[in-house]
């Protein structure tokens, strides 16, 4: 189905192609062991997701136990301060603190029905290992994640929720000890157990079908948004972008629609020019990380580059592939925004609104208040993805307040 | 080389009755300099070829062992022309059919088509793609076959028997068939999960079988030889690579152990 007719854009994609693409970029690209799972996991979501009693039990859960909907809150003190009316899509008030929760229930959901019994997952900043350990308690599954060993550091207050989650949280310490080698991990664990064990990753990235599932079980950001408005439509759509789960979530019900700019938000770490940063878009090229062809940063031989930014949400070499798909069509642009300028957005929202933003999501926010000039009248909805509860230490290190 | 020579090597050691042994080093280990030694003296001690790695910055097929050769050979100045130039000079040196080993990545980065060129030009006789299923093998299967190189594909215990018809159909050079579920690795064990693999994909086609991961001692490779017409052994070699004080001796000492086993 299309939604682009008129705009000279897109066309947005309800699914994958049979190869798993959008567009040029996905697929599968998984060690042969890991092939029959990924096409039982394809075959299996695509029928529980037409199965009324798997999508019931899905919202029920999003309704009565992670607190859904989110509300959508006239940020009056922020739109007065930068002179931009903002609306925030309050994802930040979901159980356990960020958009994170609704693919981990969902995909828990999934595995029980695939009749699996262990759940492992990757984690960067945290926010999707605690999910998916939420996840994994509230279904009775075993639950292991892997984490870099540079991520344990500066996310302790998640590492310490997992573990009171009864999940065995195991330290990566190949690589930078980031989010990538996470991933890595987690890839390799599921190379063994794949018969016994699902793989919740935690973005819209990994090979097919992991990026429409992921969107599929993200996508209800935007649907709310789009009730929540009543009519009206937002001039623009902002959301930070690492894989990019929250960004794909909120922008595919708007993508594609006549007269809405949806941005996504890279991080642009110490600055592009330093080499030191998360833009995977904005300063990477096509390759293949994780099981998808995608942007990413790689050099000449396509070694994977090391990415960098303050936020370990954000800080991964490579992005989703619908994301890529996206920025070629023009369906969304993606900007970048500095560690330094991503502080200041921590520090806008927590004065004017009350409310102290997860390092990730402030890149949004920075984004929109330093293009406040070319915003002006104009309408802005941004996705709140998740609270900075976990990034507080970090933040008062860095700007000296201890 | 190309692709005929290991056609060649499958036919003979079926036409004597043996198993063929294909070592796997990273190219660079033990170190730069010791490199192309350590291949020579593999083939002396009896491999029949060699699958050479060529070192990538996130192998997620592979284990410890091979993860931190690949790591320390990419800081050691190890690069793609620098791992066909190892694998030109040991061609050149043993007269061994070699395969390039390498991710999707670097194939897809480079190009298929030049990719499999420079491997060919480095002397090759095929090539192993570790995250590249039947799905995706499309594009390298039409360079590999252009540059007259084989490419290898890979079997698991978990790939179903209707599935092994469609691998066998796009005519690898021979089936790489994962012994162990997991990552590369040195295991224990000796477990019944090759074995029954080896006579499910030998129930579907003739194409020569060569079975790897998790294969480490002359025990484990003497258990599976009859079932297959090769084993790879790698993180048992490598391992000496990256710990040994000398290590070419004890490589050497290793493959004729593993090599011994098989004939």
């Keep these: 189905m299309m939604v682009a007719a008129g705009t000279g854009r897109g066309p947005r994609l309800e699914r994958p192609d049979e190869r798993g693409r959008f567009g040029d970029y996905g697929g599968m690209f998984a060690p042969e062991t890991l092939m029959p799972a990924l096409e039982q996991l394809a075959a299996g979501f695509a029928e529980a997701w037409v199965d009324p009693g798997f999508t019931s039990e899905f919202h029920h859960l999003l309704a009565t136990y992670t607190g859904r909907p989110t509300p959508l809150q006239s940020a009056d003190h922020l739109s007065r301060e930068i002179g931009v009316r903002v609306l925030l899509k309050r994802e930040d008030l979901a159980h356990t603190g960020a958009h994170k929760i609704n693919n981990a229930l969902g995909q828990a959901l999934l595995t029980t029905r695939m009749g699996k019994s262990r759940l492992i997952a990757e984690t960067g900043a945290g926010q999707h290992g605690v999910a998916t350990a939420t996840a994994a308690a509230y279904a009775g599954l075993e639950c292991l994640v892997y984490m870099g060993e540079k991520d344990i550091e500066r996310q302790a207050l998640n590492v310490q929720r997992m573990r009171m989650l009864g999940t065995d949280v195991v330290p990566v310490t190949s690589g930078a000890g980031t989010l990538k080698d996470a991933v890595n991990e987690a890839m390799r664990d599921w190379v063994r157990t794949v018969e016994t064990t699902h793989y919740i990753i935690g973005s819209v990235v990994g090979p097919h079908p992991f990026p429409w599932i992921v969107r599929e079980f993200q996508k209800v950001i935007g649907e709310e948004s789009l009730g929540q408005l009543e009519g009206e439509m937002p001039d623009v759509v902002v959301a930070c972008v690492g894989g990019g789960s929250n960004a794909i979530g909120m922008f595919y019900p708007f993508a594609g629609r006549e007269g809405v700019e949806l941005v996504g938000v890279e991080a642009a770490g110490h600055g592009i020019e330093t080499g030191r940063h998360g833009a995977s878009i904005g300063a990477g090229s096509p390759g293949i990380l994780h099981g998808a062809r995608t942007y990413m940063l790689q050099d000449d031989e396509g070694q994977v580059l090391e990415a960098h930014s303050i936020s370990a949400g954000l800080d991964y070499p490579g992005v989703g592939p619908e994301h890529a798909y996206y920025a070629d069509t023009g369906l969304a642009r993606y900007v970048s925004i500095t560690d330094e300028e991503a502080l200041g957005g921590v520090d806008l929202l927590s004065r004017t609104e009350g409310i102290i933003p997860a390092l990730e999501s402030a890149h949004a926010i920075a984004w929109v208040a330093r293009e406040a000039d070319a915003l002006r009248d104009r309408m802005v909805l941004i996705n709140l993805s998740g609270r900075g509860d976990k990034d507080v230490e970090m933040i008062a290190s860095k700007i000296g307040m201890r | ?263």
């Design chain 2, 1 to 263: 080389m190309s692709r005929e020579s290991l056609d060649r090597l499958f036919a003979d050691v079926r036409r004597e009755g043996r198993t063929a042994f294909l070592p796997f080093m990273t190219a660079g280990l033990p170190s730069p300099g010791e490199t192309v030694e350590t291949f020579i003296a593999m083939a002396e001690a009896g491999a029949d070829a060699f699958e050479v790695g060529i070192p990538y910055s996130d192998p997620l097929m592979d284990g410890p062992t091979i993860q931190v050769a690949s790591q320390r050979a990419i800081e050691q100045g190890m690069t793609l022309g620098g791992g066909f130039d190892v694998l030109r000079r040991v061609v050149e040196a043993t007269g061994r059919p070699s395969l390039a080993m390498s991710y999707a990545n670097p194939v897809f980065r480079v190009g298929p088509r030049e990719f499999a060129r420079r491997a060919a030009d480095a002397g090759a006789a095929g090539l192993i793609v570790a995250d590249l299923p039947l799905e995706e093998a499309g594009p390298v299967i039409g360079a590999t076959e252009g540059a007259g190189i084989g490419l290898v594909l890979f079997a698991a215990p978990t790939t179903h028997d209707e599935r092994l018809a469609r691998i066998a159909a796009r005519d690898p050079v021979f089936i790489y068939g994962v012994a162990a579920m997991g990552v590369t690795g040195e295991r224990e064990d000796v477990s019944d999960v090759p074995r029954r693999l080896a006579e499910r994909i030998r129930a579907v086609t003739g194409t020569p079988l060569v079975m790897g991961v998790g294969i480490g001692t002359p025990e484990q490779a003497a258990a599976l030889a009859p079932n297959v017409d090769g084993i790879i052994v790698g993180s048992a070699l490598v391992r000496r690579a990256l710990v040994s004080d000398d290590p070419i001796p004890e490589i050497s000492a290793a493959t004729r152990a593993l090599a011994g086993a098989l004939s």
